[in-house]
């Protein structure tokens, strides 16, 4: 899967004063701002900057003028290359649309061990800058997010990261996602009604009618069928006896497929006791895994949701997933992280297989569906539970462990055994009295605090367990 380029921009702030009674200062201050730039973009990012350094206010308002009509511009990073009086920047700050990113940051790691060598105050002193403007944003009721740090010590990295929270977030607001079956009858902790969630979030939904499902099903050919069974012997380890289920499945996951690009949608959510109500052959629960492989949002059982929390986080972060907490091995301290048939086929620790899945729950009857264990490693649990008229954010970092068996009991499901941070019970405990709901986000590699900056950014209140 290829990983989107953000795009972001950069706003360097310097003061007029030292131009006008040392000139020379800010030349080897402007090479060490694009060092860092060029470290950004070689972590897959793409920085526009303005026509110049910074410096009055005349400047500062024609930056964010140009930063304000590219609508791609994901976030506005601001790096203090010396003090800048905050009164020539704040208007132009809080007239960006684009949220603000502080680099808090500065040329040299170490000042008191060469301070016999040279005077550092000069190309270092920036931070108070930071404080200054730091200030007036908050007096101008204008979010920030801050990363401070020097750039050997990885605060470029987690810069960048958090600048994935910002696109996380600015999908989140565009995001739209296709909801199948509808709602499932009864299962309220996720349920928002879909004009609340669109005025809250900006997340649209889209339901396919029963007519969209038979034409699309109806429009699959029997070439395309057989092409796409073709990748899959190169993709799964295929061990599906009935071929006449296996191909109606494929036709279902190519409909749901073709209907995700012709609406251009961003995820998607299947309620597999009504999937029939929306004209398809077949559960497609292959193609759910699919869509996620594919770097697309899903959730399961019509939770527009969470398939919009995942559609957002997987854009960013790669290697992101939609899961559940299944059950508890009280024993070893861990859970299994499961769900009726649908992973991201790319986070497995071993080829995931494709089966033949006994399946009555409606008309359509037997179908496919992936199996697979996750692979062991970091990884931070995602929740967005509604409340009353807003969210919280529940993270918690957690270690996927090695727990699963290739070919044990459950070789035909979906596994993955996940240790929280903190004794299971109390885990457990917490979690429910935070209100987390049983659909979750599951992010490998995740940085909590830049999933805590995408809530912030979001309105979320954030809850960190």
Known sequence: ??????????????????????????????????????????????????????????????????????????????????????????????????????????????????????????????????????????????????????????????????????????????????????????????????????????????????????????????????????????????????????AASVRAGLAVRKWIDENSLDGVTVNFLHVDSSGLPKMPFAECCKTLGRGLGYAGEGDNLTAALVASLIRAFPDTTFTEMFCPDWERATLLMSHMGELNPRLTSWKPSLDDKPFNYNSTGDTVGVNGCYRAGKAVLVNLAPRNGSFALILTEVTMTDDGERDGVYSKSVQGWMKPNKPLADFLEEYSRAGGTHHSALVYGGDIKALAAFGRMMGFEIIII
Do not use: W
Request: proline fraction near 4%; include cysteine.
């Open 1 to 246: 899967m290829k990983e989107n380029k953000i795009r972001i921009a950069y706003l360097p702030l310097y003061i007029k004063l030292y131009d006008d009674s040392n000139p020379n200062s800010r030349g080897p201050l402007v090479e060490y701002m694009k060092k860092l730039v060029g470290m950004i973009e070689e972590r897959g990012f793409e920085v526009v900057l303005p026509d110049c350094v910074c410096r009055v206010k005349e400047e500062f308002d024609r930056a964010a003028e140009k930063f304000n009509a590219d609508p791609d511009v994901t976030a506005v990073v601001t790096q203090h290359l010396a003090y800048s009086p905050s009164l020539e920047s704040i208007s132009a700050l809080a007239s960006l649309k684009a949220p603000i990113v502080v680099f808090d940051t500065t040329p040299d790691r170490a000042l008191i061990a060469l301070a016999k060598e040279k005077n550092l105050i000069m190309p270092n002193h920036g931070i108070h800058g930071v404080q200054d403007m730091c200030n007036m944003l908050i007096r101008a009721g204008k979010d920030f997010e801050i990363c401070a740090g020097h750039a050997d010590d990885g605060i470029v990295d987690r810069l960048c990261s958090v600048l994935r929270g910002a696109y996380a977030a600015k999908t989140m607001k565009n995001c739209r996602v296709g909801m199948i079956g509808g709602e499932f009858e009864g299962m309220g902790d996720f349920r928002v009604p879909d004009d609340e969630l669109e005025r809250l979030t900006g997340v649209k939904t889209v339901r396919m009618t029963k007519e969209e499902g038979s034409s699309l099903s109806a429009a699959v050919t029997d070439a395309e069928i057989e092409e796409e069974i073709a990748s899959d012997a190169e993709n799964f380890k295929v061990r599906i006896t009935n071929r006449a289920n296996y």
